[in-house]
């Protein structure tokens, strides 16, 4: 059964801290993404990469940034963490512009 | 842009019966899909129905069909004899083509309770 599979399910993390969200996929797709959700406001794009080493930013990429070292992974980072950023995070991939996403499971992240 | 909403926070619908859940969407694409996404308690997004914006048939995946009125940029979700476990999160998205790199954009959510 193919698979996104996010490391963490539950985080917490303290203000400032650097926080690394894992996401590795074994689809061998070229697209991946990573989106936040909170309610009311649905799926919001952070970032995405089309590529190995290559990136876009999304909608809100502000306080964020990724890395794609090899294919299967795509980390989203966030460089000094706020509370702010306490949402859900949810990895996708997807093969071509056709198909839809496949899911990771999410991560929630509380910042204190 | 391209923007989508869900006009209803949330609905609800007893078991058995029909439910229907609206979305509209702007764009000056013409070559696009549509998709619908549930997301159960446990988080997992789940690909419920897909539409192409070049098919008129409109989509169907068991009890789940859509109503895509292209005119009207509209893409509803019609679920057929409702069952405790479509209780969710469910989301429109849309996605063009060309160089959007398969960027989906995605509505705000609409709650679905079944009551049984």
């Known amino acids: 059964d193919v698979k996104v599979t996010q490391s963490s399910r539950y985080l917490v993390k303290r203000t400032g801290e650097k926080v690394f969200l894992e996401c590795v996929q074994d689809?061998?797709?070229?697209?991946m993404f990573w989106y936040r959700q909170d309610p009311g406001l649905g799926l919001r794009l952070i970032y995405f990469s089309y590529d190995v080493k290559m990136k876009e930013k999304g909608d809100i990429p502000e306080g964020y940034s990724v890395s794609r070292e090899k294919k299967e992974r795509f980390s989203l980072i966030l460089e000094s963490a706020s509370t702010n950023q306490t949402s859900m995070y949810l990895c996708?991939?997807?093969?071509?512009?056709?198909?839809?996403?496949?899911f990771g499971s999410g991560t929630r992240l509380t910042v204190v | 842009a391209q923007t989508v909403t869900q006009s209803q926070p949330e609905m609800s619908v007893q078991e058995a019966e029909t439910v229907t859940l609206s979305c509209t969407y702007d764009?000056?694409?013409?070559?696009?899909?549509l998709f619908w996404y549930k997301q159960p308690p446990s988080r997992q997004m789940i690909l419920v129905i897909r539409q192409e914006a070049y098919k008129q048939q409109n989509a169907t995946e068991n009890r789940f069909s859509v109503n895509f009125q292209k005119a009207a940029k509209s893409f509803s979700l019609k679920i057929s004899d409702s069952q405790l476990g479509d209780a969710a999160m469910y989301f429109c998205a849309f996605n063009a083509g060309g160089t959007s790199y398969g960027k989906l954009t995605f509505g705000q959510g609409t709650i679905l309770t079944v009551h049984p």
């Open positions: 996708a991939s997807r093969d071509s512009w056709r198909s839809g996403y496949t």
């Open positions: 764009t000056s694409e013409s070559d696009y899909y």
């Open positions: 689809m061998d797709h070229e697209n």
